[in-house]
């Protein structure tokens, strides 16, 4: 091996060990510091889904099923009056079953069958909420299920929740920076912990003619985020 192969040689493994100093002393001055914040954003529900039941019961399944289609068809044209469109109503859903009953010598026998159909509906008008209620019952609607207070920009709003979440675990990340003489430097990850879902309201079932008292209240969005910044010595950021 001659002279200048082996100085060559020599610098290159100089360079290298100065390069892993320079690192180690670049990451023993930078450290890092984890929190987590939370945040939130309220809104007011702007929609409302509910579900209807026409029933009948009786011995003819033909004739209990007409009377079943007919009392839909004048609910839907009663609820595009009051401007619910067809695409927020879905009355796709029939059932049919037998009806049983014990009989004098205690044994269960068939009488007749229940024929069933399930409108769902949503509103985008909630202030219509009672009238639409009223209306529903006194057209031969014979029970009105859960109803559900939602909120239609929810998306929009736990973005907003994440974004107050991670300015909360910043301001606590520079407070705890601050108290031990550091300056918090970069943010270095981010992790989501929550997860965006509808939010909403139930109320108990309805069986009997509503008054004009349902309010929906504020309902709330909440976000979760666990984040780390790295730290240097205010020291050093002097100097």
């Known amino acids: 091996m001659t002279y200048s192969h082996s100085k060559s040689r020599f610098l290159l493994i100089s360079l290298a060990f100065l390069a892993t100093l320079f690192a180690t002393v670049a990451q023993a001055s930078e450290r890092i510091v984890s929190t987590s914040g939370t945040g939130s954003v309220s809104a007011i529900p702007d929609q409302m889904s509910l579900t209807f039941w026409i029933e009948q019961r009786g011995n003819k399944l033909s004739s209990q099923k007409t009377v079943v289609d007919e009392t839909t068809k004048r609910l839907i044209n009663d609820l595009n009056r009051k401007g619910v469109e067809d695409k927020d109503i879905r009355s796709y859903q029939l059932q049919i079953s037998p009806r049983y009953q ?56 736990y973005e907003q929740a994440l974004i107050n979440a ?9 407070r705890l920076a601050a108290s031990a003489g550091l300056k918090l430097s970069d943010t270095l990850s981010i992790t989501e912990q929550s997860m965006s879902r509808p939010v909403m309201m139930q109320m108990a079932e309805v069986s009997s003619r509503s008054d004009k008292v349902s309010l929906p209240g504020q309902q709330t969005i909440e976000a979760r985020v666990d984040v780390s910044f790295s ?9």
């Open 102 to 157: 014990r009989n004098d010598d205690g044994k269960t026998e068939q009488n007749g069958f229940v024929v069933q159909r399930e409108v769902q509906v949503t509103l985008s008008e909630p202030e219509n909420y009672d009238s639409i209620i009223d209306l529903a019952l006194t057209r031969g609607v014979t029970r009105v299920g859960r109803v559900k207070f939602e909120i239609s920009h929810q998306q929009d709003l």
């Open 166 to 174: 991670y300015q909360q675990a910043k301001a606590k990340a520079e």
């Open 231 to 239: 730290i240097q010595n205010t020291a050093n950021d002097d100097n």
